[in-house]
T-cell receptor, first 116, second 113 residues
Framework: DTAVSQTPKYLVTQMGNDKSIKCEQN?????MYWYKQDSKKFLKIMFS???????INETVPNRFSPKSPDKAHLNLHINSLELGDSAVYFC???????????????FGEGSWLTVV | GENVEQHPSTLSVQEGDSAVIKCTYS??????FPWYKQELGKRPQLIID?????GEKKDQRIAVTLNKTAKHFSLHITETQPEDSAVYFC????????????FGAGTQVVVTP
C-alpha cells in the first residue's frame, strides 16, 4: 500500500530521447511535487501542483512538462533529454498548501534517470 | 527567496556519541522547519519537524532546536546507533509558499561501531 508511487524506478536512455515518469499518490493529498536530486545529493523543487493546478515552476527548462490529470496523479515528461538531466527524480505529495496547514511532504521511491 | 545552509557536510561519530547538525536560513517569513533522513538508495523521510512558535522539540533520541532571532536551527541525535548512518537534510518553508521546501545541502552521518 505504497503512499506515493512512481514509475519507472530506473530509466537509461539516449540523449535526444523523450521520456515520461509517472506518479500516483493514494493519500488523498491536494498537493503534489517533483523534486530533482543531483549527483551531489542536492534536493531542489521543480514543480508543485495543487488540485491539478500549477502552483510552483522553478526555472526549469521548458523541455520538462508536468501534467496532472487529477489530484492523485502528477506525471513528468521530458523532451530532448540531455546528459545533465541525469539525476534522481522524486515525486512527493502533501496535504494542504502551506506550513500552517500541516506541510509534511511524503516522497516517492525516486526514479533514477541516466542519460547516455 | 529562501536560502538554507547546512553544516557540516560530513560527520563521523562513534556509536553512542551525540551528533549535531546545524542549519541557517535567510527568509524571516519561514516558519516550518522539517528534517529528513535519506538512507542510501532510498527516499527522504521526515524524522522530525518544528514550527516557529516552538523553540525545541524532542522525539526519543532526536531533538530539534530553533532560534528565530538568529535564524538557525539544529538537529541533535543522542546515543547514536549504526542505523542512524544516512544523509540528513534540513529544510525551511513559509506559510504562503505552497509547500515549497528549500533544502540544505545535506549532511552525511557515519556512525562507527
Amino acid at each position: 500500500d505504497t503512499a506515493v508511487s512512481q514509475t519507472p524506478k530506473y530509466l537509461v536512455t539516449q540523449m535526444g530521447n523523450d521520456k515520461s515518469i509517472k506518479c500516483e499518490q493514494n493519500l488523498g493529498h491536494d498537493t503534489m511535487y517533483w523534486y530533482k536530486q543531483d549527483s551531489k545529493k542536492f534536493l531542489k523543487i521543480m514543480f508543485s501542483y495543487n488540485n491539478k493546478e500549477l502552483i510552483i515552476n522553478e526555472t526549469v527548462p521548458n523541455r520538462f512538462s508536468p501534467k496532472s490529470p487529477d489530484k492523485a496523479h502528477l506525471n513528468l515528461h521530458i523532451n530532448s533529454l540531455e546528459l545533465g538531466d541525469s539525476a534522481v527524480y522524486f515525486c512527493a505529495s502533501s496535504q494542504g498548501t502551506g506550513a500552517s496547514s500541516g506541510n509534511t511532504i511524503y516522497f516517492g521511491e525516486g526514479s533514477w534517470l541516466t542519460v547516455v | 527567496g529562501e536560502n538554507v545552509e547546512q553544516h557540516p557536510s560530513t560527520l563521523s561519530v562513534q556509536e553512542g556519541d551525540s551528533a549535531v547538525i546545524k542549519c541557517t536560513y535567510s527568509d524571516s517569513a519561514s516558519n516550518y522547519f522539517p528534517w529528513y533522513k535519506q538512507e542510501l538508495g532510498k527516499r527522504p523521510q521526515l524524522i522530525i519537524d518544528i514550527r516557529s512558535n516552538v523553540g525545541e522539540k524532542k522525539d526519543q533520541r532526536i531533538a530539534v532546536t530553533l532560534n528565530k532571532t538568529a535564524k538557525h536551527f539544529s538537529l541533535h541525535i543522542t546515543e547514536t546507533q549504526p542505523e542512524d548512518s544516512a544523509v540528513y537534510f534540513c529544510a525551511a518553508t513559509a506559510t504562503d509558499s505552497w509547500g515549497k521546501l528549500q533544502f540544505g545541502a545535506g549532511t552525511q552521518v557515519v556512525v562507527t561501531p
